[in-house]
């Protein structure tokens, strides 16, 4: 199995971090994004997140969903 590359790890902790951050559980995300008419499960939610794999356009619809507008990268 491949390594997750620093990028790959940077994304996932900026993500989990503004999930924290607005106190929003995966279970939350996966209603919000259901509710924004996109398909997703927690388990897959779960997955993506600890793997580090996700599209930019996952990140931007995660990030949308919890009302996250702007983001730090520093």
Sequence with gaps: M????????????LLKAELKRKGVT?????????AMGI??????????????KFTAAFMLQCLAAIGERSLRLD
């Design 39 to 52: 398909d997703e499960k927690e388990v897959n939610v779960r997955n993506k997140l600890s793997r580090g």
């Design 2 to 13: 491949a390594e997750k590359t620093d990028w790959e790890a940077m994304a996932a902790n």
């Design 26 to 34: 995966y279970a939350q995300l996966v209603e919000k994004l259901n």
